[in-house]
């Protein structure tokens, strides 16, 4: 297969991550002579050396983030929205310098760095909204002259647990809407993109000046890898976990979280899947599909896998399919024309090997996934995106692999095709192209996707902020962002209240003393 198009670095990475860093205000002190090193994946040269926080930090932070709370959590909802509309500022004057520094440290093209800036501004626009709106509701009473009522109260510290690919949008999500909730926040950012961690908690603390009257460590940053996470997930002083990331991890933490009766959310992986029905417009589903499998270098956790083609129009879609992967740009994600960036690392790049030498030897018919820039930059891991066609839904098919490989499977009809779609463990995102009503119906009815997202005529990615974000199965059951997903962080409380001078109970049960 040709790829038309390769696409080399023109600037040295190092030098830009530093003074990108300086604009947005980032101490040296935090990423110059730490003991974590951290490596762009354009060129994988080490680019700083973070500072690491101790299971003894992690105790600290916890004990001001409860102070933090308890002083936040009195605030008026609507005045702690205020700060993060003064956040959604910051963001919104610093977004070349933030979304360039994602591209520099998690190897997105300029255009989804941007992306990412830009649903934190959304999430902050919804939060301060919401912070108007955290309604509880009234409810009728049995007994004569009683009220009932729910109410919404902050619930304490939460801990955000990030993962590489989304390394400053997913925290937004959790501590936008923390925040309003009267929460305060302790974030754990991937090991592999804490720099974009430290400029978003550099912008923060400037809101908070801006905001004035913030109590100290309300969000702080706990840099380091899964042992600061494990310390956040057990303390039992932190009552909500957020964590995003692998399944592997959501089981640890989930269980761990669980054994102490705290709550989690846990956003984990996905396994996502589209169906191509005979009636689908083929040229907009190839622009949707291409973007879903391709976009991000396979690197979202609702980046298509799993295409699932009606054999009536299989032939006509899948060459095409093939000429689109043949042609797309892939190497330094900052220069324009490039669609596909680097893996964020080596681990990445021998994962993809592995899954697509299992489906070698399952006879599969590959086009595309070898490794590209190898010469020019040794560390560095770039890949032409693999197209599997493959005979049948094998163990790796069923396999998140954190990779740009699309698995091509042929079916004969709707009911085939969403019997093969659910018969995977994960349940993050789903799509289905159609233009036959009967089939977008039945695909988003309680027979169809068995995923937190079902969407027609439209790829599994890049979903908005507005609605709740997140999937069931091993994708771990938590929601995120939009909708009613606030009240995850909140605790409710019913309420009832006696307004009259007797005292019925409940149920009818007396019990009557002199
Ligand atoms: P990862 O699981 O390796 O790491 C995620 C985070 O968990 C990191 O901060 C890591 O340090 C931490 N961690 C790891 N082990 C831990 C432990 N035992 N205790 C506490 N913390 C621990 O994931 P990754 O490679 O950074 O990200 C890719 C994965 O994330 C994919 O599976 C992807 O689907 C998933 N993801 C899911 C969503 C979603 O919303 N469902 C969003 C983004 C990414």
Avoid at 7 to 19: G, I, N
Avoid at 39 to 47: C, K, L, M, N
Avoid at 465 to 493: H, L, N, P, Q, V
């Amino acid at each position: 297969m040709a790829t038309k198009d390769i696409r080399k670095a023109q600037q040295p990475v190092t030098e830009e991550v530093a003074h990108v860093l300086r604009t947005l205000g980032v101490p040296d002190s935090s990423w110059r002579n730490g003991t974590r090193p951290v490596r762009s994946p354009i060129t994988g040269e080490v680019v700083a050396h973070v500072a690491e926080a101790s299971a003894r930090d992690v105790a600290h932070a916890v004990d001001r983030s409860i102070a933090a709370f308890e002083a936040w959590r009195t605030v008026p909802a609507p005045r702690r929205g205020e700060l993060v509309r003064l956040l959604g500022e910051e963001l919104r004057a610093h977004k070349a310098e933030l979304g360039r520094l994602v591209t520099l440290e998690a190897g997105k093209i300029v255009s989804e760095g941007l992306g990412e800036v830009q649903e934190m501004i959304d999430i902050c626009d919804f939060a301060v909204g919401l912070s108007r709106q955290l309604y509880g509701l009234t409810i009728a009473s049995e007994r004569p002259g009683h009220r009932m009522m729910e109410s919404w109260h902050p619930v304490g510290p939460v801990g955000i647990i990030t993962a590489f690919n989304f390394p400053v949008a997913v925290w937004s999500w959790n501590a936008a809407l923390a925040l309003v909730c009267g929460d305060s926040v302790l974030w754990k950012p991937s090991e592999k993109t804490p720099l974009t961690a430290l400029a978003v908690q550099a912008l923060f603390e400037r809101a908070a000046v801006a905001f004035g009257g913030a109590p100290e460590g309300l969000s702080q940053l706990l840099v380091g890898g899964a042992e600061v996470g494990a310390a956040l997930t057990d303390d039992t002083r932190v009552p909500v976990i957020s964590a995003t990331g692998s399944t592997r991890m959501g089981r640890i933490v989930g269980e761990r979280v669980a054994r102490r009766f705290g709550r989690s959310i846990l956003e984990l992986g996905g396994n996502n899947a589209a169906i191509v029905c005979p009636s689908a417009d083929l040229d907009l589903a190839l622009r949707g599909i291409a973007f879903a499998a391709m976009g991000t270098a396979g690197q979202r956790c609702t980046t298509l896998r799993r295409l699932i083609v009606n054999e009536g129009v299989y032939e006509t879609l899948i060459p095409r399919l093939a000429r689109a992967y043949g042609s797309v740009g892939i190497g330094d994600p900052r220069e324009a024309g490039t669609l596909i960036g680097p893996l964020i690392d080596a681990a990445a790049y021998e994962g993809m090997q592995k899954a697509l030498a299992e489906a070698r030897a399952a006879g599969a018919r590959i086009h595309g996934g070898e490794r590209v820039l190898a010469a020019e930059w040794p560390d560095a891991y770039y890949v032409r995106p693999a197209l599997v066609e493959i005979d049948s839904q094998i163990d790796i098919v069923k396999h998140e692999t954190f990779a740009p490989i699309l698995y091509v499977l042929r079916c004969a009809g709707l009911p085939e095709a969403i019997k093969l779609h659910n018969a995977v463990p994960q349940g993050l995102s789903s799509s289905i192209f159609t233009n036959d009503l009967r089939e977008a119906e039945t695909f988003l009815s309680a027979e169809g996707s068995d995923c937190g997202i079902a969407n027609v005529n439209i790829g599994p990615s890049g979903a908005e902020i507005g609605g709740a974000f997140g999937g069931e199965k091993e994708t771990g059951g938590g929601r995120e962002s939009g909708s009613d997903a606030w009240k995850a962080y909140m605790r409710r409380a019913t309420n009832t209240i006696n307004y009259s001078r007797a005292l019925p109970l409940a149920q009818g049960v007396s019990f009557d003393i002199d």
